[in-house]
């Protein structure tokens, strides 16, 4: 599993950039006193640069309805225009296999 932020998608070559991250919460033993103890996680960014995947043309995709759930399964067409008009930053998880993106899931942990 990677974790991260999409920083491009590229549907012609079956390709995703990931700007990879960490979900840091009180009881992992990553977290630092300087983080954010009231909303009880931080993401936190992993040293490195983005990593590019090959998404398998099987890929699942799922988003969170309102946000915060529950998933809804949508097809790639609905994802494209899911990133284009999102006006935040979305937090998602990537399932791979061999290397490869098998599953796309929007992360959300309250």
Same mark, same amino acid.
Request: charged share 30%; glycine share 8%.
């Given at each position: 599993?990677?974790?991260?932020?999409?920083?491009?998608?590229?549907?012609?070559?079956?390709?995703?950039?990931? $700007?990879?991250? %960490?979900?840091?919460?009180?009881?992992?033993?990553?977290?630092?006193?300087e983080?954010?103890?009231?909303?009880?996680?931080?993401?936190? %960014?992993?040293?490195?640069?983005d990593?590019?995947?090959?998404?398998?043309?099987?890929?699942?995709?799922?988003?969170?309805?309102?946000?915060?759930?529950?998933?809804? $399964?949508?097809?790639?067409?609905?994802?494209?225009?899911?990133?284009?008009?999102?006006?935040y930053?979305?937090?998602?998880?990537?399932?791979?296999? %061999?290397?490869?993106?098998?599953?796309?899931?929007?992360?959300?942990?309250?």
């Amino acid at each position: 599993q990677v974790l991260g932020y999409i920083s491009d998608f590229n549907y012609g070559s079956n390709t995703v950039t990931v $700007d990879r991250r %960490d979900w840091v919460t009180p009881e992992s033993g990553d977290w630092k006193p300087e983080y954010d103890m009231d909303a009880g996680f931080e993401i936190v %960014d992993l040293e490195g640069a983005d990593i590019t995947y090959r998404v398998r043309s099987d890929c699942t995709y799922h988003v969170l309805a309102g946000g915060s759930g529950p998933a809804v $399964d949508v097809g790639e067409d609905e994802i494209s225009v899911y990133l284009r008009e999102a006006d935040y930053p979305i937090f998602w998880s990537f399932e791979m296999e %061999d290397r490869e993106v098998v599953s796309i899931v929007e992360w959300y942990v309250p």
